[in-house]
């Protein structure tokens, strides 16, 4: 900065636009306010259908967050332009102090484009004497001057710097950086430049006290928004690939192995989580660099070519955080092309690890090596993406494949078209591996059930749904009729790999509607059952044979059993709430008697009861051997889930239209009827009432109807006596007799499948 500029600086512009933007906080605080409160909360309590239900209030959550971003940039931005404005200020006072010290000591400093000079103003006659007398006072001044000019130079760089990086965050809308100063805005990118400079280092000079530093600083910074783009971008793709390599290279890294190894883990976490904060952000260097990254994907690693590839590095730095979508979809069609490559596609695996290739992932579960498998968990964190890539396809009919089938029912097998879903679930020859304990490695179809779980629900796998999770679009509707129906067509691909059924059956949970609308069989343009299982989105079009298999195959997992049962219980009182209040609209009431309505819901969940059982009893039966009290204490832990909250079980809100709130307390009838039912679900869940159980199977399906006859005459009758109406002393003839009826159902449906299938089904 010269030092006239800042000696003659006119601050009115910057105060004002200090107080401009001081103005538009506090005006975009109180839109904020009211977008959470009015528009979300109105978007939230509306009956949505259709359209609306899936893209309308879709579109108000994300401007409501909008609203939230716009205040927490502006407040930046306020708080950028108002430090840097004070420091100026007080920098330009220090400046014309020192210069009025000197002139009280007859110096004079004369500034020039470009500079300064320092002199003194002392007659010529006496100049000689006096510059040697002053020497020193000249030179400290010229020091003291200079030292605040770089002050104010770098203020006034540092506030150019983060508020172009605030700026550059995203192209449309606003980016959710939000800081409380300016130093704290450029500390982050200094420290993102730091960091980077560190992990460009080679492997082998990249010492033990750097690697701490490093790791520490990428978990203290990972969720902040300038840090992590300006780190990924100084790093660039192919210097993020060669760090992990390099990390994980025994030969380079050996010091780093022998000492750090056991934090591997970390760094692999924290720097996943970083990359995946840097995607979100559009400026061009990022646009960039996961642009070269995708590139990279079928690439060799490094200048000795060969392996690893770029995808399966760069995979291992997905597993955690959320990855912007448009770079996941972008990355996924990449994969699949290198997939595809490498495969001949889908003839044969690929992937296998050999002894002397390095771990590139060092969570523990696998070693990394199959690309898929890292990829696969970052979808999981994805919903959005997980649709999209599920949905894609990975081979059509016109490519040269294996995969054939009967195309028109006449004997004679074609080629046929797979999608992502079917060739991973059903033909994908996935590569032997093994985890850190030298077992057999899950992880990779476990990461499958995971995506599965987010791209089928819309929200991430592991969580629950909130008031904020629109309703099943059309992609998410169709994945789920193509998991129920393969799983269907073949059982095993689920009850042969029973670590994914705990993510299969939250699924199951969240599609509850849908699943008790196809028991129920009701004929073409009937809207009836729609009515009595109302869906706020887009229905899952399943058949009920379908339904049967894929509820049976659940229910031979402990958690996939808990998941749909717990779940399917409150669901049902819930309804027995919604279509016994005497309020409820006309077009929305189902159109039958309080009689047939309630023995419906009773029967159409007695039959998911009875379904689920069938299932469980296989699983304690047959040759799984599973016992009573781990299904038990899979119930108990969704009791813990719950911690006792009435609605907020998984499964209700998406699904019953009536029952939005997911995540929210549910009052009134709602709540007392859930609450029964669930403290009845529950005392029979424990072990003091299934210890007394025989092994008998006639009496474990006897005790099971029993126990879901009791739940549904509690929903009813708690529905019934909220609402004061006329038939509450009936409920419980209506409510035996429709449970009674739904497990006939589900032993009828059983042992059709049975025979189908050539098995043999307890019951």
Do not use: C
């Amino acid at each position: 900065m010269d030092l006239d500029a800042l000696r003659n600086a006119d601050f009115s512009l910057l105060d004002d636009a200090v107080d401009d933007w001081s103005t538009m906080v506090k005006d975009l605080e109180t839109l904020r306010g009211e977008a959470e409160k009015g528009l979300r909360g109105t978007a939230n309590k509306a009956d949505w259908a259709g359209v609306n239900a899936t893209v309308s209030k879709e579109f108000i959550g994300k401007t409501t967050e909008e609203f939230k971003d716009a205040h927490g940039q502006a407040n930046s931005i306020y708080k950028i332009l108002r430090d840097t404005r004070n420091e100026l200020k007080d920098y330009k006072g220090q400046l014309n102090d020192a210069i009025e010290r000197g002139r009280q000591k007859n110096l004079t400093v004369i500034g020039y484009e470009g500079g300064f000079t320092v002199t003194t103003n002392v007659p010529p006659e006496g100049r000689a004497k006096q510059d040697e007398d002053n020497k020193g006072e000249i030179t400290a001044l010229r020091d003291e001057i200079q030292r605040i000019l770089d002050k104010a130079t770098e203020s006034d760089k540092s506030a150019s710097t983060v508020l172009t990086a605030i700026a550059d965050q995203s192209k449309l809308g606003f980016s959710d950086a939000d800081y409380g100063s300016r130093d704290e805005a450029a500390e982050a990118i200094k420290k993102a430049d730091e960091l980077a400079r560190l992990a460009k280092k080679k492997p082998e000079d990249l010492t033990v006290e750097e690697f701490d530093h490093l790791n520490k600083g990428l978990k203290d910074y990972a969720d902040d928004e300038l840090f992590s783009e300006r780190f990924a971008t100084s790093l660039g793709a192919d210097g993020t690939l060669n760090f992990w390599t390099g990390i994980n290279d025994r030969n380079s890294a050996w010091e780093l192995g022998q000492k750090r190894a056991d934090q591997f883990d970390d760094l692999q976490k924290n720097l996943s989580l970083t990359l995946a904060t840097a995607s979100q952000s559009d400026n061009a260097g990022m646009t960039e660099w996961k642009s070269r990254m995708t590139d990279l994907a079928d690439k060799p690693v490094g200048r000795n070519g060969g392996f690893p590839l770029g995808a399966q590095v760069m995979t291992n730095l997905m597993r955690f955080g959320d990855y912007d979508d448009r770079f996941l979809v972008s990355y996924g069609d990449k994969l699949i092309e290198t997939e595809k490559k490498f495969t001949d596609n889908g003839r044969h695996g690929a992937w296998t690890r050999t002894g002397g290739d390095q771990l590139l992932n060092r969570t523990g579960t696998d070693s990394g090596w199959d690309p898929m498998t890292g990829y696969l968990k970052g979808l999981s964190n994805s919903p959005d993406a997980a649709t999209e890539f599920f949905n894609g396809t990975f081979v059509t009919k016109d490519e040269d494949h294996d995969f054939k089938h009967d195309t028109d029912g006449d004997g004679k097998e074609g080629k046929r078209t797979l999608s992502n879903f079917d060739y991973l679930f059903e033909e994908r020859d996935w590569p032997q591996d093994m985890d850190d304990k030298g077992e057999e490695s899950i992880a990779g179809r476990n990461n499958l059930a995971l995506a599965l779980e987010a791209a089928t629900t819309g929200h991430p796998a592991g969580e629950t749904p909130t008031v904020d999770t629109p309703p099943h679009n059309a992609e998410q509707a169709r994945l789920m009729e193509n998991l129920v129906g393969s799983i269907s067509e073949d059982p095993g691909r689920l009850t042969d790999k029973g670590y994914m059924s705990d993510s299969i059956g939250q699924i199951a949970s969240e599609y509850l509607a849908d699943i008790n609308r196809a028991t129920a069989d009701a004929p073409e343009g009937n809207d009836s059952v729609a009515r009595l299982f109302p869906i706020s989105g887009t229905p899952a079009e399943m058949q009920h044979v379908d339904v049967t298999r894929f509820l049976v195959a659940v229910g031979q997992d402990p958690e996939g059993y808990a998941a749909v049962e717990v779940s399917q219980k409150t669901y049902m009182a819930r309804l027995m709430d919604y279509h016994l209040n005497p309020d409820l609209p006309a077009d929305q009431r189902y159109d039958q008697s309080a009689e047939a309505t309630v023995k419906e819901i009773a029967r159409r969940s007695g039959e998911v009861g009875g379904t689920l059982a069938l299932g469980r009893n296989e699983a304690v039966l047959g040759p799984a051997k599973e016992a009573d009290g781990d299904f038990e204490n899979a119930v108990n832990q969704k009791k813990n889930l719950i911690s006792g909250t009435v609605g907020t079980l998984v499964g209700v809100g998406t699904s019953f239209i009536a029952s939005p709130a997911v995540g929210a307390g549910v009052g009134g009838a709602a709540g007392t009827a859930t609450s029964m039912v669930l403290e009845q679900f529950y005392k029979d869940s424990e072990p003091e009432f299934t210890k007394e159980l025989g092994r008998d199977i006639g009496e474990r399906w006897e005790n099971s109807k029993d126990a879901n006859t009791a739940m549904a005459h509690n929903a009813a009758v708690a529905a019934a006596n909220a609402y004061h109406t006329p038939y509450a002393d009936s409920v419980d003839e209506w409510t035996r007799i429709g449970t009674a009826d739904g497990f006939n159902d589900a032993s009828t449906a059983g042992h059709q499948m049975a025979r189908d299938l050539e098995t043999e089904i307890p019951d």
